[in-house]
């Protein structure tokens, strides 16, 4: 069984999303990140960048349990994990796969993080309520999904063989 430690927002819901694609199990924990929960010491135990999302696999490696935190770790572990369509097994179709994540990760899934905090902090002055740091803008999620889909498609098709409604995504919505 798989717990997860997240909130509402675009980088949190990278995990459930891949844990829905998976269809593993798991009990969602919320780490109110407007209250402050992260710094909870609990918290920390799991997350010790004090960050959502984390993860804790009570099946981990060799059975024992295992806590992963940062998306791009607990992403990488899962599609491991299930030796899914996500993570190929061939080495040269994984590097392409690699390389879009990363691209995602550092450059689009970055601007996309940045224009939500914008977006949320305009709306909303301070984080004393509980729905101050939930936002309804799922670009940056959606986008961390489509790429990986995009770049396990890529590995094994040629490049103008990618549908246009495919390559979309990859820039984001909003």
């Given at each position: 069984?798989?717990?997860?430690?997240?909130?509402?927002?675009?980088n949190?819901?990278?995990v459930?999303?891949?844990?829905?694609?998976?269809?593993?199990?798991?009990?969602?924990?919320?780490?109110?990140?407007?209250?402050?929960?992260?710094?909870?010491a609990?918290f920390?135990?799991?997350?010790?960048?004090?960050?959502?999302?984390?993860?804790v696999d009570?099946?981990?490696?060799?059975?024992?349990?295992?806590?992963?935190?940062?998306?791009?770790?607990?992403?990488?572990?899962?599609a491991e994990k299930?030796?899914?369509f996500?993570?190929p097994?061939?080495?040269?179709?994984?590097?392409?796969?690699?390389?879009?994540?990363?691209?995602q990760w550092?450059?689009?899934?970055q601007?996309?993080a940045?224009?939500?905090i914008?977006?949320?902090?305009?709306?909303?002055?301070?984080?004393t309520?509980?729905s101050?740091m939930v936002?309804?803008?799922?670009?940056?999620?959606?986008?961390?999904i489509?790429v990986?889909?995009?770049?396990t498609t890529?590995?094994r098709?040629?490049p103008?063989?990618?549908?246009?409604?495919i390559?979309?995504?990859?820039?984001?919505?909003?």
């Amino acid at each position: 069984m798989i717990d997860l430690y997240s909130w509402n927002t675009s980088n949190g819901r990278k995990v459930a999303i891949v844990l829905e694609e998976l269809d593993l199990p798991y009990d969602f924990h919320p780490v109110n990140i407007g209250k402050g929960e992260q710094f909870d010491a609990e918290f920390e135990n799991i997350s010790p960048n004090n960050k959502i999302p984390a993860i804790v696999d009570t099946e981990g490696p060799d059975g024992e349990p295992v806590s992963i935190f940062e998306s791009g770790a607990i992403l990488i572990y899962l599609a491991e994990k299930t030796t899914s369509f996500l993570w190929p097994m061939d080495p040269r179709r994984r590097i392409q796969v690699l390389e879009w994540l990363m691209f995602q990760w550092a450059a689009s899934g970055q601007c996309s993080a940045r224009r939500c905090i914008s977006r949320t902090t305009a709306r909303v002055r301070s984080l004393t309520g509980s729905s101050a740091m939930v936002t309804r803008w799922t670009g940056s999620a959606a986008s961390s999904i489509s790429v990986w889909r995009i770049a396990t498609t890529w590995s094994r098709t040629i490049p103008s063989q990618i549908s246009p409604s495919i390559r979309g995504p990859l820039v984001g919505s909003g």
